[in-house]
């Protein structure tokens, strides 16, 4: 560029920077899209567990961590990292306190800038004492040193087999084509000799009850063409008919409804109406959104919305017994 004019040179030079800084700070994300649009699942287990006993009960809980950020609603929000790190670990000795044999928990970080890049999963799961867990990425997005991974994540006591993502449908499609929507995990868990059963994990779209009622349809046929019982928990962002955050879509129809409908799941009798019954939010309880559903033959032995102020979501735990045919 010796012999080109002074202005030229500079006009070169600012569009030789401009360019070297969009890769630096866009190139991490552009790489890395390709993998997030499929569903990605990440499956780790330690056998460290006692022989398997004869089943004859199964403790379920289902939590909304809400990335660790306490009971605020901006993930940028709850304090430092460190405050984040010890209130993970609340919850972690929190899951082992209530006994539970499966854990489902949406809104987890797998590596986020907002929380610190902690491995929430892998953390829980050493503090809760499980040894089976799965991640499964909803979001990944990555600009220059920035990080967000999250999703839903599977504690377990017992083996995890046939681990895959379910595909739901999304809201908006370039939304998911940007960083990702909410999906779910299927997988079958083996509990004792030959018994096993099947759980979904799900967290499903907040704004629509179109795509929620969708997504029911989507999880139907998947239970449908199950070969064992399945369970069904999560944070669902909507109720049945007479519990509150029962919504409707403008042609009249309900997901939770729709699945109860089908004959494969039942909720609890009781529809959790009580202020101490309510899910969301821990500091104003206004509507039960976070559900556990179990096959129609299974018995629920308990099922109770637990107190705890480590998220905006309460965690629900349900005691549930197997068919006696099972």
Not at 8 to 13: A, D, L
Not at 246 to 266: E, H, P
Request: with cysteine; proline share 6%; aromatic share 10%.
């Amino acid at each position: 560029m010796t012999g080109w004019p002074a202005d030229r040179r500079r006009r070169v030079t600012a569009r030789f920077l401009s360019l070297l800084g969009a890769l630096v700070i866009f190139g991490p994300y552009v790489a890395g899209r390709p993998a997030a649009w499929a569903p990605s699942v990440h499956f780790f287990a330690e056998a460290t567990a006692d022989p398997l006993q004869p089943i004859g009960q199964l403790t379920i809980v289902t939590y909304n961590i809400a990335h660790g950020r306490g009971t605020g609603d901006w993930n940028w929000g709850g304090g430092s990292a460190r405050d984040k790190r010890e209130r993970i670990e609340r919850i972690g000795r929190d899951l082992r306190q209530w006994n539970a044999d499966i854990v489902v928990l949406n809104e987890v970080d797998f590596d986020s800038s907002w929380s610190g890049r902690m491995n929430q999963a892998a953390e829980l799961a050493r503090l809760g004492g499980f040894p089976y867990y799965v991640e499964q990425r909803n979001f990944e997005l990555q600009i220059f040193l920035l990080h967000w991974r999250f999703g839903n994540a599977v504690l377990s006591r017992y083996p995890l087999e046939q681990v895959e993502a379910v595909e739901l449908p999304c809201y908006a499609r370039w939304e998911q084509m940007l960083a990702g929507s909410k999906q779910g995990l299927r997988m079958t868990i083996r509990l004792t000799g030959d018994r096993r059963c099947r759980l979904f994990a799900v967290h499903w779209e907040p704004r629509d009850e179109a795509t929620r009622v969708a997504s029911a349809e989507r999880l139907i046929d998947e239970i449908q063409s199950s070969p064992d019982p399945c369970i069904l928990a999560g944070d669902f962002n909507t109720a049945p008919q007479g519990a509150p955050g029962y919504r409707l879509t403008l042609q009249g129809t309900n997901a939770v409804d729709r699945l109860l409908a089908s004959g494969f799941l039942r909720t609890p009798d009781d529809h959790r109406e009580q202020p101490s019954e309510l899910s969301f939010s821990t500091l104003d309880p206004r509507v039960t959104i976070d559900w556990i559903l179990i096959p129609q033959n299974w018995e629920y032995l308990r099922y109770e919305t637990l107190d705890a102020i480590h998220s905006d979501h309460r965690p629900v735990r349900a005691t549930v017994a197997p068919s006696a045919a099972w």
